[in-house]
């Protein structure tokens, strides 16, 4: 995993954010936010969420599958500040993407390259 990781990231996160044209809701009836997590590696990855300094993990995607989450309502607001953690099991790698605006509703994909 490298530059070229963050990259696929960034491209596929700014291209995600869901269309809105409802007037904003309350927390128990946002809608869920999602993160879509293409793993074209080989090795099977652990996956994060960091939110105001604190790690969550999401759950884990077996290499050459695509699995979605969605990320806990406490921790996507109006407009939250995420970074996600992908650590590979088996070899210990860590990588993480730069932090971007997630808002309820959002669909995030994350592509993880072999």
Do not use: K, W
Request: glycine share 6%; with cysteine; aromatic share 4%.
């Amino acid at each position: 995993m490298n530059a070229r990781f963050l990259a696929l990231v960034l491209l596929a996160a700014a291209c995600s954010h869901a269309a809105r044209s409802a007037p904003p809701t309350t927390p128990t009836t946002e809608p869920a936010t999602t993160v879509r997590v293409v793993n074209d590696n080989v090795l099977d990855m652990n996956v994060f969420v960091v939110s105001s300094g604190q790690r969550f993990r999401l759950g884990s995607v077996n290499g050459g599958h695509t699995v979605v989450m969605t990320l806990p309502r406490a921790i996507v607001h109006y407009s939250t500040q995420l970074v996600f953690e992908i650590r590979s099991i088996g070899n210990g790698a860590v990588e993480r993407t730069e932090t971007m605006t997630v808002s309820p509703g959002d669909a995030v994909t994350l592509m993880i390259p072999p």
